[in-house]
T-cell receptor, first 114, second 115 residues
Framework: GESVGLHLPTLSVQEGDNSIINCAYSNSASDYFIWYKQESGKGPQFIIDIRSNMDKRQGQRVTVLLNKTVKHLSLQIAATQPGDSAVYFCAENKQGNQGGKLIFGQGTELSVKP | KAGVTQTPRYLIKTRGQQVTLSCSPISGHRSVSWYQQTPGQGLQFLFEYFSETQRNKGNFPGRFSGRQFSNSRSEMNVSTLELGDSALYLC??????????????FGEGSWLTVV
């Protein structure tokens, strides 16, 4: 398969601190990137997206940064809360001749310590 | 507004059997895609449908198939089940066309266990 589902990176932060989750994407032709949050036993939940013509986009407590030069995407969560504990996935929209599909990163498990 | 609805949520099948999973997209969404999630391979794209036509297909064997109905509801079928098919199967929908960057929303998934 195209996603590498090996050892899941983990990030442990203290409640109230800022979190930064990083992702490297594979296809320089991708023009749309999304971050999802997945809690145990649930489906991925949309957090924020960004198009390739932007470098930064902000939401509520979250910021996504895109560096096309090095094909790197990051998600910043401000004032991290226990409810933010989950696995976070980045995804790129890979354009095909007949339509789009999402290519997912392996995910990062965020653990928030109270 | 209801989200993406998948049924059944949990099911257990025996090797060699077949299974059909159902997905109702968000109202008004015409694009439906399916993904398989396993601990070893992560989230992998299966196929995508738009207006009852398969737009794109992932690298899965022909045992995996799907279809979309005129009301945008979709089903996927896995025939001759193997132990390795045990996974969380996720359905996602978007308003128009994922190529235009419309937000893609996921359902809670169907947990399939093959014994």
């Amino acid at each position: 398969g195209e996603s590498v589902g090996l050892h899941l990176p983990t990030l442990s932060v203290q409640e109230g601190d800022n979190s930064i989750i990083n992702c490297a994407y594979s296809n320089s032709a991708s023009d749309y990137f999304i971050w999802y949050k997945q809690e145990s036993g649930k489906g991925p939940q949309f957090i924020i997206d960004i198009r390739s013509n932007m470098d930064k986009r902000q939401g509520q407590r979250v910021t996504v940064l895109l560096n096309k030069t090095v094909k790197h995407l990051s998600l910043q969560i401000a004032a991290t809360q226990p409810g933010d504990s989950a696995v976070y996935f980045c995804a790129e929209n890979k354009q095909g001749n007949q339509g789009g599909k999402l290519i997912f990163g392996q995910g990062t498990e965020l653990s928030v310590k109270p | 507004k209801a989200g993406v609805t998948q049924t059944p949520r949990y099911l257990i099948k025996t090797r060699g059997q077949q299974v059909t999973l159902s997905c109702s997209p968000i109202s008004g969404h015409r694009s439906v895609s399916w993904y398989q999630q396993t601990p070893g391979q992560g989230l992998q794209f299966l196929f995508e449908y738009f207006s009852e036509t398969q737009r794109n297909k992932g690298n899965f064997p022909g045992r995996f198939s799907g279809r979309q109905f005129s009301n945008s509801r979709s089903e996927m079928n896995v025939s001759t089940l193997e132990l390795g098919d045990s996974a969380l199967y996720l359905c996602a929908s978007s308003l128009r066309d994922p190529r235009s960057g419309n937000t893609i929303y996921f359902g809670e998934g169907s947990w399939l266990t093959v014994v």
